[in-house]
């Protein structure tokens, strides 16, 4: 399977199986309109007819270049991917998404988690569970050495004696177990102070500050519990511990509603506030909601994107530092193959923990019973839940079995795909569609980008 799109002045084909991207002039571009293989070494007459157009060994030789990358495995490659998918199987849990607090000091308009208690009532998590949560990811993580917790809430930082009670006994435990630890916190920052700024600069590999760009728009949305907005209270605690992070991992995560189809104007106000890491994604959210992106919103949605790739290449050819995390891609490496088959590994790699202990396939599952799968006090997980997400690969969703953005979304998110389509297994369509075009996006931008410094070295 390949794509082919243009991105602004430069035709790109990107080879679905294989990985390959090529950059190719207007001729091959045409040509591999009328080509499906298997190619023969020498063009078909139908094809000669079609292009009849162009001169004859103009033709000729642009055959000839794609007919050697067919050879080489890196057009209309064939799928390995296939054989290698029957081979996954349950994995052992890595990572784990602690909700240490179901209560939340905002209202997101937005918020998919109930405004913070997920529909179950407002309740934080004491340190005993998060102990016993922590025994629990020990236990299902097999041979892994390096495991993964991430703080979640509602926000976090109400059940920061927590998180530091849990963090101290996980440190605790890795001599003994062999086990190596990495921490992430997600906070709104309201609860911000100088100590827990050090604590989390000290213990936190990542961490994830939530802000939605621009002043207006951010307290449109994002509000405290009185309805009064929160952007002058967090922005100057969120610079203040970007500062004193140095080189740190961290970025700032927003979201942009039907508020703000202009969200690459906010994607640059962050950056202009000092932060260079930064994630705008798109809410997903019930169609009915007054905030909420529907299909109509994808012309303006598609043509911001577009205006903001263009910003973004700028920057990274004048080398200011502003990453925009939707169109960071490794088209050398990328992620391995599990990775692109079934993405995140939620319900199987990666598990969520509430407040009292029970177990879901993920945070954004937590509240739906059906998906309970257990609980870290009697040490139970459902593997037959287990089983059917390690087994929600690509290949298990129909609708991605036809979709060149396949491999780098991984089926999407599982969780938004059951919420809005009934089915873990049936692609989220509106997300698809906006993840395919962040991807032709990211791709155009490396690509310029390799084009540009090739003239410059030149």
């Not at 094809?47 to 209309?76: C, T």
């Not at 511990?241 to 509603?257: A, H, I, M, N, W």
């Not at 700028?314 to 990453?323: C, I, S």
Request: net charge negative; proline share 3%; aromatic share 10%.
């Amino acid at each position: 399977m390949i794509h082919r799109y243009q991105y602004e002045d430069l035709w790109i084909v990107l080879d679905v199986e294989s990985g390959a991207v090529h950059l190719v002039d207007e001729l091959a571009y045409e040509m591999l309109g009328h080509l499906t293989p298997p190619l023969q070494q020498e063009p078909p007459q139908t094809l000669l007819e079609r292009l009849s157009s162009w001169p004859r060994e103009e033709v000729l030789e642009a055959y000839r270049e794609l007919y050697h990358l067919w050879e080489q495995g890196e057009l209309f490659a064939g799928d390995g991917h296939d054989a290698f998918v029957h081979k996954l199987g349950l994995a052992p849990v890595k990572a784990m998404c602690l909700n240490v607090s179901h209560d939340c000091n905002l209202r997101c308009t937005y918020c998919f988690a109930g405004k913070g208690d997920y529909n179950q009532g407002r309740m934080t998590m004491d340190a005993k569970t998060g102990k016993q949560a922590i025994d629990y990811l020990i236990a299902a993580s097999g041979d892994r050495e390096r495991l993964e917790v991430d703080f979640f809430g509602g926000e976090p930082l109400l059940a920061f004696d927590t998180v530091k009670e849990v963090v101290e006994y996980a440190r605790s435990r890795e001599g003994e177990t062999g086990k190596r630890f990495r921490f992430t916190i997600t906070t709104n920052g309201m609860l911000l102070d100088d100590d827990k700024i050090d604590y989390i600069n000290r213990e936190m590999s990542n961490v994830v500050l939530s802000l939605d760009g621009r002043k207006s728009v951010n307290d449109k949305v994002r509000a405290r519990v009185d309805g009064s907005g929160c952007y002058e209270t967090v922005v100057p605690k969120f610079q203040k511990l970007v500062q004193r992070r140095g080189d740190g991992e961290y970025y700032l995560r927003g979201t942009f509603t039907k508020y703000n189809k202009d969200f690459g104007q906010d994607v640059l106000a962050m950056f202009d506030l000092g932060f260079d890491q930064v994630s705008v994604e798109p809410v997903v959210s019930d169609p009915k909601e007054p905030w909420a992106l529907t299909r109509e919103d994808l012309p303006e949605v598609f043509a911001e994107y577009d205006r903001l790739a263009t910003t973004v290449l700028d920057h990274r050819l004048k080398k200011t530092g502003l990453n925009f995390f939707h169109f960071m891609l490794d088209l050398s490496q990328g992620p391995c193959a599990i990775k692109r088959l079934r993405g995140c590994g939620c319900g199987n790699e990666y598990l969520a923990v509430t407040p009292d202990g029970d177990v879901y396939p993920c945070h954004q599952f937590v509240g739906m019973d059906q998906w309970k799968m257990g609980n870290v006090f009697d040490g139970t997980l459902d593997q037959d839940k287990k089983a059917y997400f390690a087994a929600s690969t690509v290949y298990e969703k129909p609708d991605c079995l036809e979709c060149w953005a396949k491999f780098y979304c991984s089926g999407g998110c599982n969780a938004n795909n059951f919420r809005y389509e009934g089915d873990v297994r049936k692609a989220h369509t509106l997300s698809c569609e906006m993840e395919r075009k962040r991807l032709e996006c990211a791709i155009g931008i490396k690509a310029a980008q390799l084009l540009r410094e090739e003239e410059v070295m030149a």
